[in-house]
């Protein structure tokens, strides 16, 4: 079955990186975008960006360009997001997607199960 | 970029009523690019509705959705136990990106 397993929880001092990884099976990698998406303790969702696993071409929200870096590795079906100079606020479960439409812009189906990643001093 | 405005914010329900939960976008959504997503405690969100209307594969006929424009509705027909979670309408009909509305909770009466 369509299955996106994720890396397990993050602690994190205020200023390091942290790079999750969003490994695919059951399907062709390559043959849809892969999104981004995270939420802060007790709020929302909130879209961050996606990855053309085919190309590696790249999209992010406005808020976090010039810190998240999304890359895949096709030969392990597997892709990563990588935020940077992280703050407390930060602090969220991130989550990956697959993208059902061809175009970067569509709806989600699955979801991992989400990586906590927590910023703390 | 859409703001997407759900309401209420939280609905108060008893198994076995009707559920009416409305997503309102600050500017049209392209080709009713609209999707609703399921969320209980400590899981990933589940697809329910994606295209305003169509169901997601697995997801019970109870699950209807509608809408167009700006103006879209998720109706749950008969509530059953486990349908008590929040709910995410979301758009992707948009450049420069998606959004999420910010929710709604049903919870048991």
């Known amino acids: 079955q369509v299955q996106l397993v994720q890396s397990g929880a993050e602690v994190k001092k205020p200023g390091a990186s942290v790079k999750v990884s969003c490994k695919a099976s059951g399907y062709t990698f390559t043959g849809y975008y892969m999104h981004w998406v995270r939420q802060a303790p007790g709020q929302g969702l909130e879209w961050m960006g996606w990855?053309?696993?085919?190309?590696?071409?790249?999209n992010y929200a406005q808020k976090f360009q010039g810190r998240v870096t999304m890359t895949r590795d096709t030969s392990i079906s597997t892709a990563y997001m990588e935020l940077s100079r992280l703050r407390s606020d930060d602090t969220a479960v991130y989550y990956c997607?697959?993208?059902?439409?061809?175009?970067?812009?569509?709806?989600?189906?699955?979801w991992g199960q989400g990586t906590l990643v927590t910023v703390s001093s | 970029e859409i703001v997407l405005t759900q309401s209420p914010g939280t609905l108060s329900l008893s198994p076995g009523e009707r559920a009416t939960l409305s997503c309102r976008a600050s500017?049209?959504?392209?080709?009713?690019?609209l999707a609703w997503y399921q969320q209980k405690p400590g899981q990933a969100p589940r697809l329910l509705i994606y295209g305003a209307s169509s169901r997601a594969t697995g997801i019970p006929d109870r699950f209807s959705g509608s809408g167009s424009g700006t103006d879209f509705t998720l109706t749950i027909s008969r509530l059953e136990p486990e349908d008590f979670a929040v709910y995410y309408c979301q758009q992707y009909g948009s450049s420069p990106g998606l959004t999420f509305g910010g929710g709604t909770k049903v919870e048991i009466k």
């Open positions: 997607a697959r993208d059902l439409h061809s175009s970067g812009y569509g709806w989600f189906d699955p």
């Open positions: 500017q049209s959504v392209s080709s009713s690019y």
């Open positions: 990855i053309n696993p085919n190309s590696g071409g790249t």
